[in-house]
Structures are given as C-alpha cells and as structure tokens.
C-alpha cells in the first residue's frame, strides 16, 4: 500500500501507449510477423484483435510523443487520442523543420495539464474555428422528428436546422 509507489506506476502506465507503439513499429518494420501471419493487418487482426488502422494510430502517436521527449517536453500526451491531433504538425519539411513542438507549447500554454484532453487538443490547434461543424445532442425522439422534417423539406438535417434558425447564407 505504498501510495509513492502506486502513483510512479500510475504515472509511467499514462505512456503505455508510447511503449506499444515502439514495439508494434518494431514487428511492422522488421516483418517479424511474417512466421506466423500473412502481412501486418494479418498480424494485428489475428495476434491482436485490433484493426491495422488502429495499431498504425498508435506507431503514429508513439512517435510524435517520442519527438516531443527528444525536444525536452516534460508534460506529454498521455493517450493516442490526445497524440493524434498533433499527426498533421509533425509532417517534417525539407529543411527538417515541423510545427509540432510550437504547436504542443500552444497547447501547454492555453490549459494546466491536468485539464488537457483530446478534445481541447484539438479546439486548440483548430485552424478554423468558425468553419467546422459541432455536434449538437438531443434526444432520439426529436432526432426522428428533425429527420422527418427535413426529409419533407428536401434538405438535410444540417441545412433545416440553418433554415429554421435563418443562419443560411
């Protein structure tokens, strides 16, 4: 019952993730699968009991945590989720030079890393803001009714709701 124990487990485990990724990388690149399965996704789907596409998510994830520890980062993405809305700042260019640590600062600098989550990751690194679509929830029952309504209307849902609310431009 140790709690300084328990809690340096507890906080090595948050970066589970990265250890993964680094292992499935691993298989991918050195084909070690090729004994027992056909290909990675064969391996991923048989072995593992995950989608090629999701262990492909967390190589990619691995690696952007693992170049925010090589630029000294001490607060790092604790999950996939949280890593993946990083993917599209961590393309190098030719002078080697990519966004990501700059756009990792931002996202330090905008919540206490307590707070951080995949989803204010993502509405911090938004480029544009205005333009994307939200969700909006409601019941399945007003859903149906909305659905109806729309369907009648010869629209979708999304250009009744503006209709309704006069926000077409």
């Given amino acids: 019952n140790d709690i300084e124990l328990l809690t340096q487990r507890i906080k090595r485990s ?3 993730y990265v250890r993964q990724g680094v292992m499935l990388d691993a ?3 050195c084909r070690l699968y090729k004994r027992q399965y056909r290909d990675f996704a064969d391996y991923c789907k048989n072995a593992l009991g995950r989608s090629p596409f999701y262990c492909k998510r967390i190589i990619e994830a691995a690696q952007i945590c693992l170049r925010l520890i090589k630029a000294k980062f ?3 993405p604790t999950s996939v989720a949280q890593a993946l809305p990083l993917a599209k700042f961590a ?3 030719e002078y080697g030079d990519s966004p990501l640590q700059d756009k990792w600062q931002t996202v330090l600098d905008e919540f206490p890393p307590q707070n951080i989550t995949a989803a204010k990751i993502a509405e911090a690194l ?3 803001p205005e333009g994307r679509a939200k969700q909006v ?3 399945g029952k007003a859903y149906e009714l ?3 309504k729309a369907v009648e209307a010869g629209m979708t849902i999304s250009k009744y709701l503006e209709m ?5 431009e």
Avoid: Q
């Fill in 126 to 128: 938004d480029e544009n």
């Fill in 27 to 29: 298989v991918r690149r």
């Fill in 146 to 148: 909305l659905l109806k």
């Fill in 91 to 93: 393309k190098v260019d």
């Fill in 164 to 168: 309704l609310i006069g926000g077409s």
């Fill in 137 to 139: 929830r409601i019941n």
């Fill in 14 to 16: 948050f970066l589970d």
């Fill in 74 to 76: 001490r607060i790092l």
